[in-house]
């Protein structure tokens, strides 16, 4: 839908449906308090739907912004079922930073629902721009309070991240703690809301059990209760992963290569690297240089018999600047540079550009399973 700030923002196609919902459920609304509207009701509750959005999409871009200026790259906005999502590729470096970068959010959905309240002070009660004005300040007072609840993916839950990370040291520690909180805090929406609704608490009136309003308060409440404890469990599966990235090091993953000529037959090639102790292929020219790397696959895939009048540079790929890696390269750094150029193999060099040895694809992903396979 645009780029604010260089971040691209998309609307899922359940914004659709959400959209729907609101304009029939807010059309009933304006019927009993502004019933002269008749059908035209709907269109303004369209519009209510629409700038409902907006406002989230201003509280998203708020996360957006405080990432910016921490320097933490944003890959997207995106506007879905019950609400929006900034996806921030990095971890905050401290926890205060990242307590502002949840607060933000709520923060600015409450001077959102200030400004609403000043207008709404200054036009007539009673008439379309009081009731939308209205109900855009009571919908982001909504979105303020539901999101400052404390357990994750909530902002509140990352705020209590970042004062267990505070207070324990540890980041790991907080993302347990908030995000256990998320899952007692689904369970207690799961049961609570359609209890505080048929009780009439929340502001409606008293609701006899069993009726298709008990229904629907049910049906609303498993959503979000799904909602945050899947939030929850992401949580904490994307903190071990963050624990177990500095793990995957280049360096320690790298297979041992011997350099062979275009010309060499494969049968040759591999009687060199079995006597090297070498596990794959690096052709080079004349000077030495390394020009292309020899597929794995390839070489599988040639008979033993053929072998000997197969030369390595039929079954090579030419390295292009993307496959070219350094041996320092660990973690998130590491998978980034892999995910810019996919390949199978990679030649691994040193700073002073020395041949290393090849890092195959295949051999970070077993690292990378085998490292979140492991306890936090």
């Known amino acids: 839908m645009g780029r604010p700030f260089g971040v691209p923002v998309y609307v899922a196609p359940s914004w659709f449906l959400v959209a729907a919902l609101i304009t029939w459920v807010f059309g009933g609304q304006l019927d009993r308090v502004l019933p002269e509207l008749g059908g035209a009701r709907y269109l303004v509750s369209l519009f209510f739907a629409v700038a409902f959005y907006a406002s989230v999409l201003v509280h998203e871009l708020a996360h957006t912004v405080a990432a910016l200026r921490f320097k933490l790259p944003v890959r997207r906005i995106q506007l879905q079922f019950f609400g929006g999502v900034s996806e921030i590729e ?11 970068l949840a607060f933000v959010g709520p923060l600015l959905s409450l001077v959102l629902a200030g400004v609403f309240y000043a207008g709404m002070r200054a036009v007539e009660p009673g008439t379309v721009p009081g009731v939308l004005l209205a109900g855009l300040m009571i919908s ?17 839950g990352r705020m209590l991240r970042a004062v267990v990370w505070k207070i324990t040291g540890k980041p790991m520690s907080g993302t347990v703690a908030a995000a256990w909180v998320g899952r007692a805090l689904a369970i207690s929406v799961l049961i609570g809301l359609p209890i505080l609704n048929q009780s009439g608490a929340l502001g409606g009136e008293a609701q006899d059990i069993g009726g298709m309003d008990t229904v629907t308060d049910a049906l609303l409440a498993a959503i979000l209760a799904a909602i945050i404890w899947t939030g ?55 000077d030495g240089d390394p020009m292309a790397v020899v597929r794995e696959a390839a070489i599988v895939g040639v008979p033993e018999h053929r072998r000997p009048w197969v030369t390595v540079s039929g079954l090579a790929q030419d390295i292009t600047e993307g496959m070219r890696v350094s041996a320092e390269l660990a973690g998130e750094e590491l998978l980034d540079t892999l995910r810019a150029t996919p390949a199978t193999e990679y030649l691994v060099v040193e700073d002073s550009g020395e041949i290393y040895g090849v890092l195959s694809a295949a051999d970070v992903e077993r690292a990378f399973v085998k490292a979140m396979a492991r306890p936090s």
Request: overall charge positive.
């Open 90 to 100: 990095k971890e905050s470096e401290t926890p205060g930073r990242e307590f502002i």
């Open 140 to 156: 982001n007072l909504i979105v303020a309070a539901f999101n400052l609840l404390p357990g994750l993916p909530l902002d509140g």
């Open 232 to 286: 929850a469990g992401n949580s904490l599966r994307m903190a071990r992963l963050r624990e177990h990235l500095p793990e995957l090091r280049a360096r320690a993953l790298t297979r041992r290569a011997v350099p062979v000529e275009t010309d060499t037959p494969l049968s040759e090639a591999l009687r060199r690297a079995n006597a090297a102790g070498a596990r794959a292929l690096v052709v080079v020219d004349a």
